[in-house]
């Protein structure tokens, strides 16, 4: 099972996940400090034995561009969107075989549309192929939730697993009602 990192700013902002051996690297580096280790778990390495990181800190505060934390993916889409269609409202494991999640923007691209967060919703391919390049209103199909920009950390955790320690970092940055809303997102298997 992959088990990752969780990285900090030097502003305990928590940034993303980072594979276990990037993580080790940034420590043995200088560029980041071990802020919380899985206990009993070491990793040693020619020259010294470290902890199991379990979360990070950056030793130098970086700015992320908005540019990037606001970037559309699929990813982060469906998750926003609960895995479920926004025009027929089928989950994902309602699908039929052949058919898929897609991106559709309410105002094509084809028209002006942007391809922002308060422009996308997921839809399967069906429903998509129906709106085709068509305002919301010509077609008379409407969003089940009108879409706004997500929390950029709110989504990443949507799609992995929180372990206690890293998930105590998320609520003293973005408090307990944040945490609450990721796993409401995540689902009973979060509640580890
Ligand atoms: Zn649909």
Redesign the pocket.
């Given at each position: 099972m992959f088990v990752g990192c969780l990285a900090l700013n030097a502003s305990f902002e928590p940034l993303t996940m980072v594979p276990m051996r990037r993580a080790l690297r940034l420590v043995i580096d200088g560029k980041a400090e071990i802020v919380e280790a899985d206990h009993g778990k070491v990793v040693r390495s020619e020259r010294m034995t470290l902890p199991h990181p379990a979360v990070i800190r950056l030793t130098r505060f970086i700015h992320v561009p908005r540019k990037f934390r606001r970037q559309v993916t699929n990813t982060f889409l469906f998750a926003r969107d609960h895995y479920q269609?926004q025009?027929?409202?089928?989950h994902q494991s309602a699908l039929k075989p052949r058919e898929s999640l897609t991106r559709d923007h309410l105002i094509p691209l084809s028209r002006g549309g942007l391809n922002q967060w308060n422009n996308v919703v997921t839809?399967?391919n069906?429903?998509?192929t129906r709106k085709g390049n068509r305002m919301p209103n010509e077609i008379d199909m409407h969003p089940l939730h009108q879409p706004t920009e997500p929390h950029f950390v709110h989504l990443s955790w949507a799609v992995r697993r929180l372990t206690p320690p890293q998930a105590k970092y998320i609520e003293l940055f973005y408090g307990a009602e944040t945490l609450a809303e990721i796993r409401s997102i995540e689902g009973p298997r979060a509640l580890l």
């Open positions: 269609c025009y027929c409202g089928r839809a399967c069906h429903c998509n």
